[in-house]
């Protein structure tokens, strides 16, 4: 059996940073420090920053006053902020810059009684973020697929812009744009495309991997949304794919007669679950591996300069 690792795969920019801001504030202040929702969607991540003093909460009513607070890299909505600021907490914000652009976009339609219309999957942490920067006028319309855009109804006369939640499939969002476009042709699209690279670049890498790959293999959690659209990608075309948080999920049966294996992980998932994958691979009898050429990524986001 062969092993192919796509290229790039595991920790995008925004998921260093995310990660570093969490542990240099436990450096900074000892712990606790409180992260609403979990930094980044990887059960590996979170319980390691858990033994080293984060607590994870879901409201900031689960924080005590004047504590250290971490906003997670899938953003938080305008409410989130002024509650924290009600807590009187230390607050650092390990908002992945790529959604805080589209924060930024959606605050500046707004201001210009613009309708806009919000790719995305309900009930996502970063989807919730990005429907709370709604401070005035229209709320944000939130679209997940064909059905919803036709129920859409919107005068006229009203000025319409899109954006997308950052880690959907590429493939499937171009879909439902073209869709907006045909229902309402004057309709303003980003600046600039709102799928980060790093989504973008790891499911060109899966698309690469897959023709010559008999199973995929994708480190990352249930609700990583990125890591979902990597599994989806093969299982499209019919490639057997199953995403697992380690080695220790993987079914022996799915590798009975495989030749070629394919191994990817997601943005949020650590390149040391990759390598427990590839060694548990080769106990299974697998014999060589071969990393796959993808696109380089050399890009960097700062921490914030309190804790720099």
């Avoid at 899938?74 to 790529?98: E, F, M, N």
């Avoid at 679209?143 to 880690?167: F, M, P």
């Amino acid at each position: 059996m062969k092993i192919l690792l796509a290229n790039p795969r595991g920790f995008c920019a925004g998921v260093d940073r995310a990660i570093e801001i969490v542990e240099r504030a436990l450096t900074k202040h000892g712990s606790p420090v409180y992260v609403r929702n979990e930094v980044v969607h990887n059960k590996f991540v979170v319980r390691n920053l858990s033994a080293k003093g984060a607590i994870f909460v879901k409201e900031m009513d689960e924080v005590p006053n004047h504590q250290v607070v971490i906003f997670s890299a899938h953003g938080v909505s305008q409410l989130v902020r002024k509650q924290a600021k009600a807590l009187d907490a230390i607050v650092y914000d390990a908002t992945c810059p790529l959604v805080t652009k589209v924060h930024q976009e959606v605050a500046r339609r707004q201001k210009q009684n613009t309708q806009v219309i919000l790719i995305g999957h309900k009930g996502h942490p970063e989807v919730e973020g990005t429907l709370g920067q709604s401070q005035a006028g229209v709320a944000v319309a939130l679209v997940e697929n064909a059905a919803d855009i036709e129920k859409l109804e919107i005068a006229n006369q009203v000025d319409i812009a899109y954006t997308t939640q950052t880690t959907l499939s590429v493939d499937d969002t171009h879909h439902l744009v073209n869709q907006l476009k045909q229902k309402f042709p004057n309709i303003q699209a980003p600046k600039k495309d709102d799928i980060c690279y790093a989504t973008q670049n790891r499911q060109d890498a899966i698309k690469t991997l897959i023709q010559s790959s008999e199973v995929l293999l994708v480190l990352g959690s249930s609700n990583s949304s990125n890591s979902n659209r990597l599994r989806e990608i093969a299982e499209k075309l019919n490639i057997p794919a199953y995403l697992i948080d380690g080695a220790d999920e993987i079914n022996p049966a799915w590798l009975s007669g495989v030749k070629t294996i394919g191994v990817t992980a997601g943005a949020s998932a650590p390149e040391i679950l990759v390598q427990a994958v590839v060694n548990y691979l080769y106990d299974q009898g697998a014999s060589t591996v071969e990393e796959i050429k993808g696109t380089e990524e050399n890009v960097h986001f700062p921490v914030p300069e309190a804790l720099r």
